[in-house]
């Protein structure tokens, strides 16, 4: 997994596998991706040269179970050994990774407090780049967040059903009525799964389809749609929805989202930029792609895989679909722009560029009432991981709402 994400630039969740021994295999993968900077560090300073390849892959484990996931030294060890052993390439290893693994145990605790974890684990690119959107204070306490795993947040298709299902689960019911699960159960296995009656989502993430106000009956686009946790909302409410997204592979998930929740969407497969419904929505919703730099706290190998060179180009793309969706939506109609960014490149800065190109559009602010209190800024919703700290943070996300002039 660890290579995957770190030598081919892929993703943790695309490795094969399930059952017990892949979760366990993914959860010390994605702790091992959170603490990669003061793993390194302390590996660093047992070894005059740090192995590359699978060896260092053995260590970095190795180092993550020994000082952050309190695996007793002797099974720690043992099996770093065991796995070195097993394998052509790393068998020669297996001595300096014995030996290294016992200094970690016998030090490493002791070390890893003098550490700077907000400095060493955030890689230098993304802490730069929030250090100049937000400041030193605000990256410091983003770099902290994600440092823990989130919890599993749950949107209700009734809202009028989440006490009791609250209860069920001991779950919290979160400012903005999102449930937030305790621990990271199977959710499957939950109540009202198979019924429907519910569907994963972040809290922050089920934020912008409620900023339409009523939508029943109404003709609404989703743009972007899949895997649509926003299209059940919006179905949810009332609203008649066409969901588009470019990949078909997608839109099968979707399809099972909402058969299961008993909802219906009509399903597009298409490039925005070249789709031509015909008509106009008196809704349009654009969760447009973005580096999801928001989502690094589920995510912790995607700053990893990514250097932040493209994000001019994600940004350009941005403005281009933008302007599609505007032209989407009906005189007097509502578009909603969001992004699950934490960069003002990617929300923020395109709101007057947008209003230039578009003068027949005009902010829509979103009122900084309760629940959203703390989380709006200047009529817009921004979101970022070190919100809620003692409910466990939330993903990074920026909002903006306008109303098309009749």
């Given at each position: 997994?660890?290579?995957?994400?770190?030598?081919?630039?892929?993703?943790?969740?695309?490795?094969?596998?399930?059952?017990?021994?892949?979760?366990?295999?993914?959860?010390?993968?994605?702790?091992?991706?959170?603490?990669?900077?003061?793993?390194?560090?302390?590996?660093?300073?047992?070894?005059?040269?740090?192995?590359?390849?699978?060896?260092?892959?053995?260590?970095?484990?190795?180092?993550?179970?020994?000082?952050?996931?309190?695996?007793?030294?002797?099974?720690?060890?043992?099996?770093?050994?065991?796995?070195?052993?097993?394998?052509?390439?790393?068998?020669?290893?297996?001595?300096?990774?014995?030996?290294?693994?016992?200094?970690?145990?016998?030090?490493?605790?002791?070390?890893?407090?003098?550490?700077?974890?907000?400095?060493?684990?955030?890689?230098?690119?993304?802490?730069?780049?929030?250090?100049?959107?937000?400041?030193?204070?605000?990256?410091?306490?983003?770099?902290?967040?994600?440092?823990?795993?989130?919890?599993?947040?749950?949107?209700?298709?009734?809202?009028?059903?989440?006490?009791a299902l609250a209860h069920e689960t001991g779950g919290t019911i979160v400012?903005?009525?999102?449930?937030?699960?305790?621990?990271?159960?199977?959710?499957?296995?939950?109540?009202?799964?198979?019924?429907?009656?519910?569907?994963?989502?972040?809290?922050?993430?089920?934020?912008?389809?409620?900023?339409?106000?009523?939508?029943?009956?109404?003709?609404?686009?989703?743009?972007?749609?899949?895997?649509?946790?926003?299209?059940?909302?919006?179905?949810?409410?009332?609203?008649?929805?066409?969901?588009?997204?470019?990949?078909?592979?997608?839109?099968?998930?979707?399809?099972?989202?909402?058969?299961?929740?008993?909802?219906?969407?009509?399903?597009v497969t298409a490039d925005l930029m070249d789709w031509n419904p015909g008509?106009?929505?008196?809704?349009?919703?654009?969760?447009?792609?973005?580096?999801?730099?928001?989502?690094?706290?589920?995510?912790?190998?995607?700053?990893?895989?990514?250097?932040?060179?493209?994000?001019?180009?994600?940004?350009?793309?941005?403005?281009?679909?933008?302007?599609?969706?505007?032209?989407?939506?009906?005189?007097?109609?509502?578009?909603?722009?969001?992004?699950?960014?934490?960069?003002?490149?990617?929300?923020?800065?395109?709101?007057?560029?947008?209003?230039?190109?578009?003068?027949?559009?005009?902010?829509?602010?979103?009122?900084?009432?309760?629940?959203?209190?703390?989380?709006?800024?200047?009529?817009?919703?921004?979101?970022?991981?070190?919100?809620?700290?003692?409910?466990?943070?939330?993903?990074?996300?920026?909002?903006?709402?306008?109303?098309?002039?009749?």
């Amino acid at each position: 997994m660890l290579g995957r994400v770190l030598d081919d630039g892929g993703l943790l969740e695309e490795v094969d596998g399930t059952g017990p021994e892949r979760a366990s295999a993914r959860g010390l993968a994605d702790l091992t991706l959170r603490r990669l900077g003061q793993i390194d560090d302390l590996i660093s300073r047992f070894v005059e040269r740090t192995p590359k390849g699978s060896a260092q892959g053995i260590l970095r484990l190795l180092t993550a179970e020994l000082v952050f996931a309190g695996t007793p030294p002797h099974a720690a060890v043992d099996t770093a050994v065991r796995l070195a052993r097993s394998h052509k390439k790393t068998s020669r290893m297996a001595g300096l990774i014995n030996a290294v693994g016992r200094k970690i145990a016998a030090q490493g605790g002791e070390i890893a407090g003098t550490q700077d974890p907000t400095r060493l684990n955030m890689p230098g690119w993304l802490a730069k780049r929030l250090v100049k959107d937000w400041g030193s204070e605000v990256q410091q306490a983003i770099a902290n967040a994600h440092l823990s795993q989130p919890p599993h947040d749950l949107t209700l298709a009734q809202s009028g059903d989440i006490t009791a299902l609250a209860h069920e689960t001991g779950g919290t019911i979160v400012p903005t009525g999102s449930l937030r699960l305790p621990g990271r159960p199977q959710i499957s296995a939950l109540p009202g799964y198979d019924q429907g009656a519910w569907w994963v989502q972040d809290a922050a993430a089920a934020i912008p389809a409620t900023l339409f106000g009523d939508l029943a009956g109404k003709s609404v686009a989703d743009l972007c749609a899949a895997p649509g946790g926003k299209t059940l909302q919006l179905a949810a409410a009332g609203a008649a929805v066409t969901a588009l997204d470019l990949s078909a592979d997608r839109h099968v998930r979707l399809r099972q989202n909402l058969s299961r929740c008993g909802l219906t969407a009509d399903c597009v497969t298409a490039d925005l930029m070249d789709w031509n419904p015909g008509r106009q929505f008196e809704a349009v919703l654009l969760d447009a792609p973005c580096s999801a730099s928001g989502t690094i706290r589920r995510h912790p190998d995607l700053p990893h895989r990514t250097d932040g060179r493209k994000l001019a180009e994600i940004a350009g793309m941005q403005a281009e679909m933008l302007d599609r969706s505007a032209r989407l939506t009906a005189p007097g109609g509502t578009l909603i722009f969001c992004t699950c960014s934490l960069f003002r490149a990617e929300g923020e800065d395109h709101v007057a560029p947008f209003l230039d190109r578009n003068p027949d559009f005009a902010v829509l602010p979103i009122a900084a009432d309760a629940p959203l209190n703390g989380l709006i800024t200047d009529g817009f919703l921004r979101t970022r991981p070190d919100n809620w700290p003692d409910l466990g943070g939330l993903d990074g996300f920026f909002t903006a709402r306008f109303i098309r002039r009749l």
